[in-house]
């Protein structure tokens, strides 16, 4: 089974179905990596954040040794993290990334969100997360346009095949297609039946870039982070919508909310610990759902956002 594949600007094909690497425990990452190249997978998701690299790197190491698969069959997707905007930065960060995948190409680098921190030297800590080397928050000065720049010339240098940005509104989207020689191919961002964002959707769509959505079930990835809004909204699993057009694809809730984002060209990159679980998120795309169910699900959107600085108590309030 191949999993059907959206064209990007770029001229390069990105899977519609991938699998996401944040919060893949370190001790299990190479594992799970290889196992879902076996499954199937050939988009993974991963980022300097996410703090396991080098462990995807070795996942996707075995399989390639075990002939499972080619480098080039891979869509490797990794992210620039905020402390890295300066724009000297960009270059030498997206090189030790590289160096920690064991590739020498990403297919995608993302700039991971609109903000720029201060630099942190990666022996100081790596990944920084969101302090300062004195622990705390500190905003950089690179504008977006320096950062771009630089993306731009690590496509240059063949260091990457496409670039895109994620957790970019409309407004800076506007404004970086103004001055970007390479577009941004993609852009991802959250992305659920609770959070539909659709004047943004709409918008990036029309300029040519490719959606990915994350989070695509929604509350269930930050009841493990213990935010309050999750732990006080009603999963999306158990909602009588999703459950009732589950019911009559004979699909699991899981299926339908991948489905519904998959079906209008929007990519998703669930994660899943378990087999079972991980090929049925594969299994997204042989089935239709009705515009009517299509609709019925984007209704139940009602502007909840939890991936946001702001409820992390980091009080950078971009969104
Ligand atoms: P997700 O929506 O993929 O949900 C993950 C949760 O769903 C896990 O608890 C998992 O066990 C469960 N799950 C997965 N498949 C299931 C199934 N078939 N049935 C029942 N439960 C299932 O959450 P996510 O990890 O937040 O998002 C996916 C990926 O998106 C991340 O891993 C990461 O790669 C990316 N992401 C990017 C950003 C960004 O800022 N760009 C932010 C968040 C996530």
Partial sequence: MTTPTVKLSSGYDMPLVG???WKVNNDTCASQVYEAIKAGYRL???????????????GVARAIKEGIVKREELFIVSKLWNSFHDGEQVEPI??????????????LYIVHFPISLKYVDPSVRYPPSWQNA?????????????????????????????????NFNTQLLMDLL?????????????????????RLVDYAQKEGLALTAYSSFGPLSFLELNLKDAHGTPPLFEHDVVKGIAEKHARTPAQVLLRWATQRNIAVIPKSNSPTRLAQNLQVNDFNLESAEIEAISALDKGLRFNDPVAYGLGIPIF
């Fill in 19 to 21: 699998f996401g690497l």
């Fill in 44 to 58: 993974f998701d991963g980022a300097c954040d996410y703090g396991n690299e080098v462990e995807c790197g070795q």
């Fill in 94 to 107: 997206c090189r030790k990334q590289l160096a920690d995948w064991g590739v020498d190409y990403f297919d």
């Fill in 134 to 166: 004195e622990g705390k928050i500190e905003l950089g000065k690179a504008s977006i346009q320096e950062t771009w720049t630089a993306m731009e010339s690590v496509v240059d240098k063949k260091l990457a095949r496409s670039i895109g940005v994620s």
């Fill in 178 to 198: 103004r001055y970007a020689r390479i577009r941004p191919a993609t852009l991802q961002i959250e992305h659920h039946p609770y959070l539909t964002q659709t």
